[in-house]
């Protein structure tokens, strides 16, 4: 199994709405990240986890919360978020975080905040 | 900005043409990724190639890298209309992060 999924495919959700997106790999990778992409925007980096521990958060504000509860499993929790929030929204994973990894990407989640 | 900056932002070739895109980054790397993104959809990795590589290459994909002038380029030859898509530069800097650059758009017309 090569594959990065991520569920659900589209979310709208209001400003006072709490929503979670789901992500899963079974590749075995120890390494995994969620992502933020404005139309015709680059992805930009919000978090990686390594070994199931956050490694790096990007700054990002607290109305995203992420969570890892075991090696394939990444959520991001959503709590009163913003209409410029409204974005799609990508998890990847990698086998290790860092030096010579490429990144599998999921087919992402497109957020719309209302 | 430590990011990949793509040029062209746009480029529209007819279909067996060769599609050349070029990227610039600012600071030391690790390895240079290579992705593209058909609309809308999640990135699906091409190619890596390493600081102490030069050139390297997939099937219809070449690339070469430039680590004294901080620049790599991305040669699609015999393009496909389904190569329309859009591509990304992605240095790994010495901090292990994915920069990714702002990206060129390629249209292969059939």
């Known amino acids: 199994d090569t594959e990065v999924t991520q569920t659900p495919k589209h979310l709208v959700m209001g400003m006072t709405n709490k929503k979670s997106l789901k992500c899963e790999q079974h590749?075995?990778?120890?390494?995994m990240y969620w992502y933020k992409q404005k139309a015709k925007k680059p992805p930009e980096l919000m978090f990686v986890y390594s070994y199931e521990k956050l490694s790096i958060n990007e700054s990002v504000p607290s109305r995203f919360s992420p969570e890892c509860p075991n090696s394939s499993l990444l959520n991001l929790h959503l709590h009163a978020l913003q209409p410029e929030d409204s974005a799609l929204y990508l998890c990847?994973?990698?086998?290790?975080?860092?030096?010579?990894?490429?990144?599998?990407f999921g087919p992402g989640t497109r957020l719309t905040v209302l | 900005s430590q990011q990949g900056e793509e040029d062209p932002q746009a480029l529209s070739i007819q279909e067996g043409e060769n599609a050349t895109m070029n990227c610039s980054y600012k600071?030391?790397?690790?390895?240079l990724q290579w992705y593209r993104q058909n609309s809308g959809r999640g990135l699906v990795h091409l190619i890596l190639i390493r600081s102490n590589e030069r050139e390297k290459h997939s099937g219809r994909l070449r690339v070469t890298l430039d680590t004294s002038k901080k620049s790599s380029s991305l040669l699609i030859t015999a393009s496909r209309a389904a190569d329309t898509a859009s591509y990304f530069c992605a240095p790994l800097n010495q901090g292990g992060k994915l920069i990714f650059g702002q990206g060129t758009e390629l249209s292969v017309k059939p």
């Open positions: 590749m075995g990778h120890r390494a």
């Open positions: 600071t030391s790397i690790n390895n």
């Open positions: 990847a994973s990698s086998q290790l975080s860092g030096w010579y990894n490429e990144q599998f």
